[in-house]
């Protein structure tokens, strides 16, 4: 069986009279109602169109089967009664709209077998074929257009956030020579992650905001780090832009975000993995207590540098 109802202790008392069965003449009633109970959902519909198609329900309806009623002149029928309505439409009209999801589509096509309705069961089986023909993407990462969109995603996501924000058209300053390879690894990196842990985090990219690079960390709502990729060298003659690749602050970070999951379970191999960077703060974060929880973590990639790694003014 595949309903999980007892119609029995449902419907009836425990110390009650039993459901009787009966044999159901019903070429006498024609377009009148009669009510079905099937696995604890309540339906009206008439014998015309129980009786419309040779399945099983007509072999119910036209007295070739007995029904089980209860007292009050429900007749039980014990299966699901998730799908017995679209059973019913189909019954009525010949045709539906299946279910979008796979696994209910194979929930109707069993109801549909044991009720012997050949015709949507043929339905289902073409369907759930298309569905298996068709490419269905692994996971799916959106992009920002608008910073209302950015903020509404965050919000509703029940998930941690990982964003990466590149904007390569941003070239006030020239680039230098691995700036695009590294802008590259991050693209590559971003992908990566996505995969990895899709279904726990909710990746966005980001393609119109004014920095270079950045990615962004969040958790329940909440911006956790940042870590921008981008630096200004002053070379001898003119100022460049270079884009790093901070790959291990990258994993860290996002790390540490998967400890923000939706319900929180501890999770030994990501606090072990995480306390190095916490090992380290200093003596006066950790007085600061529960304080820290509301501070952005921003690390930002040698911001300033120069090729000779001489300070400026030198």
């Given at each position: 069986?595949?309903?999980?109802t ?8 425990a110390?009650?009279?039993k459901?009787?069965t009966?044999s159901?003449?019903?070429?006498s009633?024609g ?9 604890g ?10 009786t ?6 007509k072999?119910?309806?036209?007295g070739?089967m007995?029904?089980l009623?209860?007292k ?17 439409n189909?019954l009525?009209?010949d045709?539906?709209?299946?279910p979008?999801?796979?696994q ?8 549909a077998?044991?009720y ?10 073409a369907?759930?074929q ?8 692994v ?7 608008s910073?209302?969109?950015e903020e509404r ?9 990982v964003k990466l924000?590149y904007n390569?058209s941003?070239?006030?300053y020239?680039y230098?020579?691995?700036s695009?390879?590294?802008l590259?690894?991050?693209i590559?990196?971003?992908d990566?992650?996505?995969?990895r842990f ?6 966005i990219?980001d393609?119109?905001g004014?920095?270079?690079?950045c990615w962004?960390?969040y958790g ?6 940042e ?10 003659e ?5 884009v790093?690749?901070?790959e291990a602050?990258i ?8 400890l923000y999951?939706?319900p929180?379970?501890?999770d030994n191999?990501?606090?072990?993995a995480t306390?190095?960077?916490?090992s380290?703060a200093s003596h ?5 207590g ?7 973590r921003r ?5 300033y540098?120069?090729?000779?790694d001489?300070?400026l003014?030198?």
């Open positions: 069986m595949s309903g999980d007892c119609l029995t202790t449902t419907l009836c008392p110390a009650g009279p459901p009787k009966c159901f003449k019903g070429g009633l377009n009148k109602y009669v009510r079905l109970n099937v696995g959902s309540l339906y009206y519909t008439t014998v015309q169109v129980l419309r198609h040779d399945t099983m329900l072999a119910m309806f036209s070739r007995e029904v009623t209860d009050e002149g429900w007749i039980l029928i014990d299966r699901c009664g998730k799908h017995f309505g679209t059973i019913l189909y009525r009209d045709t539906i709209a299946l979008k999801h796979r209910e589509i194979k929930e109707l096509m069993a109801e077998k044991y012997l309705i050949q015709g949507l069961v043929d339905m289902c089986q369907a759930l298309d569905k298996k023909d068709s490419y269905e993407p996971c799916s990462i959106p992009i920002i257009t910073p209302k969109e995603l965050i919000e509703s996501s029940m998930k941690p956030v924000l390569r941003n070239n006030k020239s230098t020579s691995n695009d390879d590294n590259l690894k991050n590559e990196l971003f990566k992650l996505s995969l899709n279904g726990r985090v909710l990746f990219k393609v119109i004014d920095e270079i690079c962004s960390f329940q709502g909440r911006k956790l780090a870590v921008c990729c981008t630096s200004i060298v002053y070379a001898t003119k100022k460049q832009t270079k790093e690749f901070p602050r994993y860290e970070e996002t790390l540490n975000v998967l999951e939706t929180r379970v501890p191999s990501l606090l072990e306390s190095r960077s916490r380290q006066s974060e950790d007085d600061e529960f304080e820290l929880r509301d501070r952005v690390i930002h990639v040698k911001r540098s120069t090729y000779d001489r300070q003014g030198h």
